[in-house]
């Protein structure tokens, strides 16, 4: 026997415990070294093992494995080790009182076993057992996400199958709060980086629904995908359900949508029914398909029973797109073209809609002219419309094909000089004109130039006055100039029926002047580089008027557009719109976004000239922030003022209560309604949410400050 002190290398036998990892079937040549550290290392020749006592640590490859003892059997491949053994792998942390592991036949069985941080989710059981080298088994034991010695929450079943990396499976589940059983789950399965909830409740009340309760049931179809199964219940409305699916398959990846109500109409305050019942649904279907690298296939349908149906039940989609389309498109990118294929089709008769049966689309890039200094330019467009319109029978079509041909000529002048000259040709023709009596053939003539140029200037200053931290300053002046004339077009637009852009092209003579400034320093990065930093911005442009008619020329269209950012946490912006001859502003808006580690705060006026002038504002702030997680309060308040009517369009109020591995929402929503009988639609509601899956499966409302432009 040998005694071998601390820090020995046992260079031929690799020492590895497991409740799940990675095991490679390997000879014992081809084995790494597994580095054993602890108090004592002992190696017995005789019997063909090794015990390590007293703070064991052992590492292989990229897991560490630390015990108060292990002992490894050399010729079996044997490991036993016991008390507070835990392995930290890069898919997870696991603990267990004792286990016994076979590096041959790659299976283990652990006593007392558990799981943490394996994605958002931690375990115990009694015993558990391992199969291979990607899952492993809990028996007659517990899966949560809240971190508890004595959990808030648990889903307890005989049998839970963890897969590495990719979910967590059991069957004849049973949802424990504290130790009171709530809900039976004959199935279970989550994937590990899915931050969605399985189930999700809602309950509140509103003016438009009365009291209601929504629910989310989360599934999986294996192979398939995941989705959600909808059933509510509203007081003035009645019962509703749907389904939605994400999938992905060979064909493509997209998702479906269903939601159906008989709706039976109460009217407050005496909630009497109406005698009649109401029909009412929505199906939406979205999809991309990759056909090759280089080609992709979109397509969209929307149907639904009347034009209402969205902004009744799903409020925040029709906020984005009062009027979704139903379209397929097809496009193919090659390196000096693109070919798009656009079909358009109306579902829905209650809307206005501008068919194209079909569109396609060929747009050349700007290509060098052989060892000619010229570059080409080209676009063709064939298009078959038909524009219906809403609840009615009359609609306008017509053939159209276009052509678009520009040659440009870029070099530099002076050294310093940007200059690109160009003229175009547009050549149309369609089959009818707009009253559909005959075809006609139509030609423009463009022309243009292109100025810019760059001036720099770099300030020696060196200042952290109000913490600004300047490293140097550098400001830079863009100026810029684009001319572009317009010939009359050989036939006025009014002679056509307005389709899109290229059928409203009229004469035009325009220069724009544009000026920028661009103040910039450097700052350090968390990896300890000097990187630039843009600290304020200032850009305004101007057309001039080349008019030849009684009102002679003049200056329009002032715009200019400023940010500033002094801080990583700070941000002001505004952007106007100005007419000198009427000498009024046509828009202006200007906003302010604070973004600290403890709050946000975010301002914002919108106005725009004869329609309105709004003013909104959201604060969030985390009160009593610090460790104790019973003191964690969220603050979380908008409001939406319109200047003109002075009055409030809507306000919500939410206030979130962190219950350590919950969060707990109570909100409060009034929004103004000029079309509802009823009046103005007041809306409370409680949501429960778990920390490890905060994303809400019900959307109600997005209340909350939209900033002027994305973060760069």
Same mark, same amino acid.
């Given at each position: 026997?040998?005694?071998?002190? +601390? ?99 790659? =299976?283990?069985? +652990? ?69 009171? %059983? ?20 809602? %309950? ?10 929504? #629910? ?7 192979? $398939? ?35 159906? #109500? ?44 009347? =034009?209402?149906? $969205? ?113 175009? #040709? ?64 050989? +036939? ?12 409203? $092209? ?150 979130? =209560? ?55």
């Amino acid at each position: 026997m040998k005694v071998l002190k +601390i820090k020995t290398v046992l260079a031929f036998f690799i020492l590895l415990f497991i409740l799940n990892g990675e095991v490679i079937s390997k000879t014992n040549e081809e084995l790494e070294p597994v580095v054993v550290d602890g108090e004592t290392v002992e190696y017995f020749q005789s019997e063909k093992k090794v015990i390590a006592t007293g703070n064991v640590i052992a590492t292989y490859e990229d897991m560490k494995l630390t015990a108060d003892k292990a002992t490894v059997y050399t010729d079996t491949k044997i490991v036993h080790a016991q008390g507070n053994v835990v392995l930290k792998h890069k898919l997870g942390t696991f603990k267990a009182e004792k286990a016994e592991y076979n590096f041959t036949t790659d =299976k283990a069985t +652990i006593i007392q076993p558990s799981m943490e941080e394996v994605g958002e989710w931690y375990g115990k059981a009694e015993t558990g057992k391992k199969y291979n080298e990607d899952s492993y088994v809990l028996e007659n034991g517990y899966i949560t996400t809240c971190d508890l010695e004595k959990p808030h929450y648990r889903l307890q079943s005989k049998k839970v199958k963890v897969y590495l990396g990719d979910k967590i499976v059991a069957r004849h589940v049973t949802l424990y709060i504290k130790n009171v %059983p709530i809900m039976y789950f004959p199935y279970y399965s989550h994937p590990l980086n899915d931050n969605r909830p399985r189930v999700t409740i809602v %309950p509140g009340h509103s003016s438009d629904w009365g009291y209601y309760l929504l #629910t989310a049931w989360r599934y999986v179809l294996p192979s $398939i995908g995941h989705g959600r199964i909808h059933l509510d219940q509203r007081e003035l409305k009645g019962f509703a359900s749907g389904f939605d699916l994400n999938y992905k398959k060979k064909f493509g990846e997209g998702k479906f949508k269903f939601y159906y #109500t008989h709706e039976h109409d109460k009217v407050p305050p005496n909630n009497i029914p109406s005698d009649t019942w109401k029909e009412r649904y929505r199906v939406q279907l979205k999809n991309r398909s990759d056909i090759s690298e280089n080609t992709l296939l979109l397509l969209e349908l929307n149907k639904m029973k009347d =034009k209402n149906f $969205i902004k009744d039940y799903f409020e925040p989609e029709y906020d984005k797109d009062h009027q979704p389309d139903s379209y397929i498109s097809l496009m193919h990118t090659a390196k000096k073209y693109n070919v798009t294929l656009d079909i358009q089709k109306r579902l829905n008769r209650f809307f206005t809609v501008t068919e194209t049966l079909p569109e396609l689309t060929f747009d050349l890039r700007k290509t060098k002219i052989k060892n000619t200094p010229l570059f080409f330019d080209n676009k063709i467009i064939f298009s078959n419309f038909s524009k219906k319109l809403a609840d009615s029978s009359t609609d306008y079509d017509t053939v159209r094909f276009d052509t678009y041909n520009e040659i440009s000529y870029p070099f530099r002048a002076l050294n310093f000089l940007r200059l690109e000259p160009w003229t175009a #040709t547009r050549q149309t023709y369609y089959t009818k004109d707009e009253n559909g009596d005959e075809s006609l053939f139509r030609g423009i003539f463009y022309t243009g130039l292109n100025m810019s140029t760059k001036f720099y200037r770099i300030f020696d200053i060196n200042s952290d006055f109000l913490n600004l931290n300047i490293n140097k300053l550098r400001h830079i002046i863009t100026p810029t100039a684009e001319y572009k004339y317009i010939h009359h077009p050989t +036939i006025s637009s009014s002679r056509f029926y307005d389709f899109d852009f290229i059928d409203e $092209i009229s004469h035009s003579n325009i220069l724009t002047l544009g000026l920028e400034n661009r103040f910039q320093t450097k700052r350090e990065t968390e990896d300890g580089e000097l990187k630039p930093f843009d600290l304020g911005y200032f850009r305004t442009t101007i057309d001039y008027n080349f008019r030849h008619d009684s009102f002679g020329s003049k200056w329009e269209n002032l715009k200019g557009d400023l940010e500033i950012t002094p801080y990583k946490w700070l941000k002001l912006e505004s952007d106007f719109e100005y007419t000198p001859e009427t000498r009024d502003f046509e828009t202006v808006n200007f906003d302010t976004i604070l973004n600290k580690e403890n709050y946000k705060f975010g301002v914002g006026h919108r106005y725009q000239k004869d329609t309105s002038s709004q003013i909104t504002t959201q604060f969030k702030y985390y009160i009593n922030k610090g460790k104790d997680w019973k003191k964690q309060w969220i603050l979380d308040t908008y409001f939406r003022y319109e200047a003109k009517d002075k009055n409030w369009e809507e306000f919500q109020i939410k206030l979130t =209560k962190d219950l350590h591995c919950w969060l707990v929402d109570f909100v409060y929503n009034y929004e103004e309604e000029t079309d509802n009988e009823s009046g103005d639609n007041h809306t409370f509601f409680v949501v429960f949410r778990l920390k490890a899956f905060p994303e809400m499966a019900i959307q109600l409302f997005e209340a909350s400050y939209a900033e002027p432009k994305p973060e760069s």
